[in-house]
């Protein structure tokens, strides 16, 4: 079966004979598939890296543009959001049509050009401009890398797959926070402000022009990655008919026809969407909120946060996506919906910790429990990730899998809009801050862990189904 696409409007991938199916065709070399794995792991690396550091310089972008707690959370969060909303589902239809390794190297390139752009932003407004089109060039990341793994590795192998993927945010987290405290104390030795061919330019923004420059070597690396066969299954239809009109044509960019083929089983996927979105409010938003949180309630500077975070936050993660490895591989040897039941439980964990920390009565035991909320995080990662690419159709899994990182995405950024604005106008007091921590928290994770085991069941069918019928 041909890749489910009109052939007038975008060509099959590159290697995928004309009538394969997800049966017959063989799968490609391991080799080959580790250094696209690799890739892959390099390229949201970067991705991830960007946002960590960005958020360590939050204060300084209050101070210098004279912020709110409100404003600062925009800039953090919903900025990137927008372009989301806007490109992020198109470009999501080109990895489902195009060769997924030139939509993830342009994609990777804009990226890192416009994150370097953001160093040399004069005021608020370019600053927010520059986070529209950086959320725009990330967008792809997530569904290109997904399917393509998807189509380089058998099923059997999508936990330990998604797994290693969790490394990227994983050395993005501990190297972000480590190396956004250690440059920011080296740009404290230079001006405030530098001069340069007509533009001002504070210190801090140095940092965002040097971590754009690497993007374009992974840019390059995606090049290098033989594409591999989309594995449609045999009575896959094309998406869009040939003799199909313009419009319909263009409706095929909205995603509105993998939100139909979400809604037929919507007791399968909604759940895990919403679960999904509502544990991301808390999980993305204080992230963003950290370097504020323990500035303004125990007086740590970055250097100091960066020092005692970066190795508790790396230890814990690892130790979390090892344990999480082997709790989901023993829970899904012995139930179909093995990866939402240990997900469920590991939701568990994650809201108790997540309300603790802003809690504690020191910044040492408040890092410690958001060390313990990341490991519990990245335990349950990849089973999420690993449970949507088990279930979503390949001839629109990278829009059905944009759809999914969309909640994540979209409810992320508005955690930090939504602590700031808690923080602005129901506490009241910016040096308060870890009560708008501890409001949100208390809200939104128990909500989300509530999806999470409503998911099981449905889950759990939707597998069985799935493998009766020999996929």
């Known amino acids: 079966?041909?890749?489910?696409?009109?052939?007038?409007?975008?060509?099959?991938?590159?290697?995928?004979?004309?009538?394969?199916?997800?049966?017959?065709?063989?799968?490609?070399?391991?080799?080959?598939?580790?250094?696209?794995?690799?890739?892959?792991?390099?390229?949201t690396f970067l991705n991830f890296f960007d946002t960590t550091v960005f958020a360590m310089l939050a204060e300084r972008i209050k101070t210098s543009f004279n912020l709110s707690d409100s404003a600062l959370g925009f800039v953090l969060g919903p900025a990137r959001v927008v372009a989301f909303v806007f490109v992020g589902i198109p470009l999501s239809r080109l990895v489902d049509i195009y060769p997924r390794k030139y939509v993830l190297s342009a994609s990777i390139a804009v990226l890192g050009g416009i994150t370097a752009l953001g160093g040399?932003?004069?005021?608020?407004?370019?600053?927010?401009?520059?986070?529209?089109?950086?959320?725009?060039?990330?967008?792809?990341?997530?569904?290109?890398?997904?399917?393509?793994?998807?189509?380089?590795?058998?099923?059997?192998?999508y936990p330990v797959v998604f797994a290693l993927m969790q490394l990227s945010y994983i050395g993005a987290s501990a190297l972000g926070v480590w190396g956004g405290g250690?440059?920011?104390?080296?740009?404290?030795?230079?001006?405030?402000?530098?001069?340069?061919?007509?533009?001002s330019i504070f210190n801090w923004q140095w940092i965002l022009i040097g971590i754009g420059v690497p993007c374009l070597l992974a840019s390059i690396m995606f090049l290098t990655i033989r594409e591999p066969a989309r594995r449609n299954p045999p009575d896959a239809a094309?998406?869009?008919?040939?003799?199909?009109?313009?419009?319909r044509k263009l409706l095929a960019f909205t995603g509105l026809d993998a939100l139909k083929a979400i809604n037929v089983r919507k007791?399968?996927?909604?759940?895990?969407f919403g679960a999904l979105a509502m544990s991301a409010i808390e999980s993305q938003g204080l992230p963003a909120w950290r370097v504020p949180f323990l500035a303004r309630t125990y007086g740590w500077n970055e250097a100091e946060i960066g020092d005692f975070m970066a190795p508790l936050l790396l230890g814990a993660s690892l130790a979390g996506l090892l344990v999480g490895g082997f709790f989901v591989t023993w829970m899904n040897k012995r139930n179909a919906d093995g990866n939402i039941r240990a997900t469920a439980i590991i939701f568990t964990c994650t809201t108790v910790f997540a309300i603790a920390t802003?809690?504690?009565?020191?910044?040492?035991?408040?890092?410690?429990?958001?060390?313990?909320?990341?490991?519990?995080?990245l335990a349950g990662a990849p089973a999420q990730n690993g449970a949507i690419q088990r279930i979503a159709p390949n001839e629109m899994r990278g829009q059905v899998t944009a759809l999914y990182l969309?909640?994540?995405?979209?409810?992320?950024?508005?955690?930090?809009?939504?602590?700031?604005?808690?923080?602005d106008v129901i506490v009241g007091d910016p040096a308060k801050l870890w009560q708008a921590l501890l409001i949100v928290a208390a809200v939104f994770m128990p909500i989300a862990t509530f999806f999470m085991y409503r998911a099981i069941k449905p889950y759990g069918e939707e597998v069985r189904r799935l493998q009766a019928a020999g996929l």
Do not use: K
């Open 238 to 247: 094309p998406l869009v008919p040939a003799d199909a009109p313009l419009g």
């Open 182 to 199: 250690r440059l920011l104390a080296l740009t404290d030795s230079l001006p405030e402000h530098t001069e340069v061919i007509g533009l």
């Open 120 to 157: 040399i932003a004069q005021n608020f407004a370019q600053l927010v401009g520059s986070r529209l089109f950086v959320g725009a060039g990330g967008a792809a990341n997530g569904p290109g890398s997904y399917s393509l793994m998807a189509d380089f590795f058998r099923p059997a192998r």
């Open 406 to 423: 969309f909640m994540y995405t979209f409810f992320g950024a508005m955690g930090s809009f939504v602590i700031g604005t808690v923080s």
């Open 358 to 377: 802003p809690l504690m009565p020191s910044g040492e035991l408040a890092i410690a429990c958001m060390a313990m909320t990341s490991f519990f995080g």
């Open 1 to 43: 079966m041909a890749v489910a696409v009109n052939a007038d409007i975008a060509p099959v991938a590159e290697n995928t004979p004309a009538d394969a199916s997800a049966s017959s065709l063989p799968w490609p070399s391991e080799r080959a598939g580790s250094w696209a794995l690799f890739v892959v792991i390099f390229a």
């Open 267 to 272: 007791a399968v996927y909604w759940p895990l």
